[in-house]
């Protein structure tokens, strides 16, 4: 029996990620803010997520549009203040809505104070707080390690006269977690937050952390072929996923539990065989490492359902699953699957066994949009251009109403709205009984209405590459979900008597109360959610 209350709150919610600088402007100056996100509670209030995380929000030169930081404790004057920070905590709290803040530890701005002085002198007391190197043999970086944004990760420092590390961009200059100040200064940084009520961490690159003590040579990617992202050139073998990372983890997460009931989520790209070593022993890792499986799933029945048995057999006993669907730095699920499978993925995401994570505006399907070059932001594509890499068109601003800028802001937009926004936004949508944000809202109630789609049993039917099904179960209900992963229609036939009931959603929002019986015929690009009466 599967009792929902005995479940904490990150394994019963949905969570929403706001890309801050895209979701609502309210002063005028084309980037989105923190009263913006205040002013559009009710708006996430009404579609039923229950916890919100922030992309950073702290002073930032924005060479990484807030992904560096030069100062931890403090609210960059482009998003507002600290007091804006603290009504929009109140405001979300009192509306049920947690609040998860990003934590960016593995590395600072060039301009934080930290990194300042470690720079100045070998004698620095922060020296040591970064990684600096001695210059290789011949004059050129200490090693052959390459950064994730193109080029080298070291970068040459004339005034002592040696390399520092950068997994990204050379105004990322990494932290050398080695060190015990920098642990306990990241600590507090954790404490600062928590103390002022955040629910949460989204830790960014949290398998980064750690690199090798040795500085050994990355190995080759024989896999590797010419045209694609240069940092594949190698296999990050000594500069991520090191096995002293687990003790840095596991510090940041004592942390946590110094306070109640609060969550570390950990951004990792790894295999799942290594992902899953992220939750730690035993309440010693990440609740959720994000499983980002979805993102890079080729989408048919028998790759989702190996993808989901290999998943879920490698989840440790303690380990609560989670599945994500896009975020700010990967092609949106509308573009990667086209507008009608973006409803199919909507109901698999929202029916999985685990915490799902939506992106901003994928509740809309909202699609990659065209950034004409003079509007070119992210510095990966101005990096390494042409291959594709660039992040602008996932960041573009929230579709709001169909007012000029899409009422995301008075003026002009840091980046551009994309142009379907007449068509495509939340006023319009809220409207229309048949939209994608309609089917988000009616599966999002489903799910917190039924403990069997939320925190229930997961068992999978057998799947073909057309249709994938499976069954969730709490207690005596029981749903059957059934997903066309094809443009064609579908006739499946199950082997178990027990699959006959009532259909209580389709993708297509117009198919309630049919019943079916060992048999559903499904039309193109359609899932549905049946209850099972027996
Ligand atoms: C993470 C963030 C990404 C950022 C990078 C460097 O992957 O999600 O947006 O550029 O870390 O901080």
């Excluded at 799902?356 to 070119?376: H, N, R, V």
């Excluded at 789609?453 to 749903?479: D, H, M, W």
């Amino acid at each position: 029996m599967t009792d929902a209350t005995s479940f904490r709150w990150w394994q019963q919610g949905i969570i929403y990620q706001i890309y801050p600088r895209s979701f609502c402007d309210t002063n005028a100056d084309g980037v989105g803010d923190l009263p913006g996100i205040l002013k559009k509670l009710d708006y996430l209030k009404w579609l039923g997520v229950h916890a919100v995380w922030i992309s950073p929000v702290y002073p930032s030169p924005m060479a990484d549009f807030g992904y560096d930081i030069s100062d931890y404790t403090n609210i960059d004057s482009v998003f507002g203040t600290l007091q804006d920070f603290d009504r929009l905590l109140d405001a979300a709290h009192d509306r049920g809505i947690k609040v998860i803040v990003d934590l960016v530890p593995n590395h600072t701005s060039h301009l934080h104070p930290w990194f300042v002085s470690s720079r100045s002198s070998r004698r620095s007391p922060k020296r040591n707080w970064y990684i600096w190197r001695d210059p290789g043999p011949d004059g050129g970086p200490p090693n052959n390690w390459l950064s994730n944004f193109g080029g080298s990760a070291w970068t040459f420092d004339a005034l002592t006269g040696q390399y520092y590390y950068h997994a990204y961009l050379a105004a990322q200059p990494d932290l050398n977690w080695r060190h015990k100040d920098v642990q306990e200064a990241m600590h507090n940084v954790m404490r600062f937050w928590l103390d002022r009520g955040v629910d949460g961490f989204r830790v960014d690159v949290i398998w980064h952390l750690v690199k090798d003590d040795r500085f050994r040579d990355n190995p080759p990617n024989r896999a590797y072929k010419p045209g694609e992202w240069p940092y594949k050139k190698l296999l990050a073998t000594y500069t991520t996923d090191r096995p002293e990372v687990h003790d840095i983890i596991a510090g940041m997460r004592a942390v946590i539990d110094e306070y109640e009931d609060r969550l570390m989520i950990g951004e990792i790209y790894l295999p799942i065989e290594r992902l899953v070593t992220y939750y730690g022993v035993a309440g010693d890792g990440c609740h959720l490492p994000f499983n980002f499986q979805l993102i890079s799933i080729s989408w048919n029945g028998l790759a989702i359902g190996s993808t989901i048995d290999a998943y879920e057999a490698a989840l440790p006993p303690h380990g609560w699953p989670n599945w994500v669907l896009g975020n700010h730095d990967k092609s949106r699920i509308a573009t990667r699957l086209g507008a009608k499978q973006a409803r199919v993925a909507a109901m698999l995401l929202l029916t999985l066994r685990g915490t799902p994570t939506l992106y901003y505006g994928d509740e809309l399907g909202m699609e990659d949009a065209a950034i004409p070059p003079e509007m070119l932001k992210d510095p990966w594509e101005r990096n390494v251009p042409g291959l594709g890499l660039g992040r602008d068109p996932v960041r573009t601003p929230m579709q709001w109403n169909d007012s000029p800028h899409a009422g995301f802001s008075q003026v002009s937009p840091w980046l551009p709205v994309a142009s379907d926004y007449r068509q495509r936004n939340v006023a319009g949508a809220q409207t229309d009984p048949y939209s994608l944000l309609s089917l988000y809202r009616a599966l999002i109630g489903l799910r917190q209405t039924e403990p069997a789609l939320n925190v229930g049993t997961f068992r999978r039917l057998e799947a073909t590459t057309e249709v994938f099904s499976y069954i969730r179960q709490a207690g005596p209900r029981c749903f059957l979900i059934a997903l066309n992963l094809s443009g064609k229609p579908a006739k499946v036939t199950y082997a178990e008597s027990s699959i006959r009931g009532i259909i209580c959603l389709s993708t297509c929002l117009d198919r309630d109360e049919e019943r079916f019986d060992k048999q559903i015929e499904l039309r193109p690009d359609e899932g549905i959610i049946g209850l099972l009466t027996n």
